[in-house]
């Protein structure tokens, strides 16, 4: 099956900072979405988009639709400690199923 | 609100043994699904359900079997566990009014086969 590519695989940083993470595909697809999973806990939706170059922020966090519609970003402004955990993306095209990114691990050095 | 409930949270199993992980939501939600959680695999979809008595095959269907006899339950049963089937095992479900590609997911069941 299709896998979608998510970078870095896993994050060292410190409170305070900004984070970027990003996910990549070789298709196209017209829905692409964010989740977050705390340890130990199912995922949760952060942010969803459904148009090319859509940006759209949740709080501190910033998601972008690539304009090549094959790819999507994630961004963190000033990092606590409840940002920990695995962040997935997700893409879908058309009405087929999600496809789930391989996530990046995030975690925040005291 | 229970949202999706999943047990048990943990089960260790013999290779061949059989068991069953139970899945329910009280959401009314019309789809649900299993998903896989593996180190480097993200989530892969094993079974879906677009309602009580249809059910289809995902991404990675070999060794499980679903049924969807109630819109609240959507139990997923390995027939003769294997090692290969050690994973964490996460059910979601939504609604056909939730956001395009959102799910709800429960908290997970973790698998170790032995």
């Known amino acids: 099956g299709q896998q979608l590519n998510q970078s870095p695989q896993s994050m060292f940083i410190q409170e305070g900072e900004d984070v970027s993470m990003n996910c990549t595909s070789s298709s196209i697809f017209n829905t692409w979405l964010w989740y977050k999973q705390d340890p130990g806990e199912g995922p949760v939706l952060l942010i969803a988009?459904?148009?090319?170059?859509e940006l759209t922020s949740n709080g501190r966090l910033t998601a972008q639709f690539g304009i090549t519609r094959k790819d999507s970003f994630l961004n963190i402004s000033a990092s606590i400690p409840s940002d920990v955990g695995i962040y997935f993306c997700?893409?879908?095209?058309?009405?087929?199923?999600?496809?789930f990114g391989t996530g990046t691990r995030l975690t925040i050095i005291p | 609100n229970a949202g999706v409930t999943q047990t048990p949270k943990f089960q260790v199993l013999k290779t061949g043994q059989s068991m069953t992980l139970q899945c329910a939501q009280d959401m009314n939600h019309e789809y649900m699904s299993w998903y896989r959680q593996d180190p480097g695999m993200g989530l892969r979809l094993i079974h879906y359900s677009v309602g009580a008595g249809i059910t289809d095959q995902g991404e990675v269907p070999n060794g499980y079997n679903v049924s969807r006899s109630t819109t609240e339950d959507f139990p997923l049963r390995l027939l003769s566990a294997a090692p290969s089937q050690t994973s964490v095992y996460f059910c979601?479900?939504?609604?056909?009014?939730?956001?395009?590609?959102?799910?709800?997911f429960g908290e997970g069941s973790r698998l170790t086969v032995l």
């Open positions: 979601a479900s939504s609604s056909l009014t939730s956001l395009p590609g959102e799910l709800f």
């Open positions: 988009l459904y148009k090319a170059g």
């Open positions: 997700a893409g879908r095209r058309g009405n087929e199923k999600l496809t």
